[in-house]
């Protein structure tokens, strides 16, 4: 426990400098960008910019300052967690992402579960069942859900399932019907690596000794199966599971811009539509903090996975 505690802060350290890149590449992308952000702001509020108007907005956003103080100055805002003020909005850029996140937390971990649904189960018995009807179907849903555009899955479920059959709601929030089918989109489509690698994984564990030697010393399939091979082919697995958590965790801009849901990814999108220069600075500090700590999470899960991995 000692060696995870220490490794989890020698990983919060190595934030420090990846924050810092991504925060001057995010600071220097937006600055050259086309449009002024005090010409934008102003007519963000409804208000037809003048020229004083416009200086008296560069005078108040620091706009007038050299670059390098312009950045200094922002950057010792989000020390503090002030990322600014939303031009479309006017509240501050922190309270809007936080309280978005959660929304998009709910429909990450929903996309999740549905996605270890479909591919543990197919991945599972398309490898322990090779070339038998079970491994067609699972090779057929993988090619299926890696091959289908999200946009079109989602399309294809709100015509069926929601105008037709009339199961669920097409946009919005306010209960778990709502939650389905953007979920089964998510989950559908990140289903379809795992189940292959997991397959592959899987086939390449059952040739190792140790399975030999676990059904020599008499245990049964299924704790063959579960105990031992599966567990050391989900390695693999648990990294990609990390990058795509971190993914549904920055918002499926796609997703929740069809069905209407009110997490980050469609925050951000309209941000970049609006030119909102601060929200859009902000959201991707964020999504580099999610990012790191996700994959500082994924490594730590290796030790309890394969015992023979240590942390250095």
Known sequence: MGKIKTFFFK?????????LGVSLITFALINFTSGDPAEIAIRASGVQPTPESVEAMRQKLGLNDPVYLQYLNWLWQ????????SFSTGLPVAEELLLRFPATLELALSALACTLLFALPLG????????????????????VGASMPGFWLSLLLIHYLAVKAKLFPVVGTGGINHL??????????????????????MLEVMEKDFINGARAKGLTE????????????LLPSVTLLGMNFGGLLGGSFIVE???SWPGIGKYAVDAIFL??????????????LVFV??????????VYLDPRIRLG
């Open 11 to 19: 990983r919060l350290l190595n934030l420090i400098p990846v924050l």
């Open 124 to 143: 599972v018995l398309s490898a322990v069942f090779p070339n038998s009807p079970l491994d067609y179907i699972g090779r057929f849903c993988a090619l």
């Open 78 to 85: 989000v020390l503090h967690f002030d990322f600014g003020t």
């Open 257 to 259: 811009s069809i069905f």
């Open 180 to 201: 389905i089918l953007p979920a089964l989109t998510l989950g559908f489509g990140l289903a379809a690596p795992y189940i292959r690698l997991l397959r592959a994984n």
């Open 222 to 233: 299924q704790m063959v199966i579960g105990r031992h091979a599966l567990k050391n082919a």
């Open 293 to 302: 700590l996700v994959n500082c999470i994924v490594d730590i899960c290796y």
């Open 275 to 288: 030119k909102d220069y601060p929200v859009i600075q902000g959201y991707v500090l964020l999504m580099a």
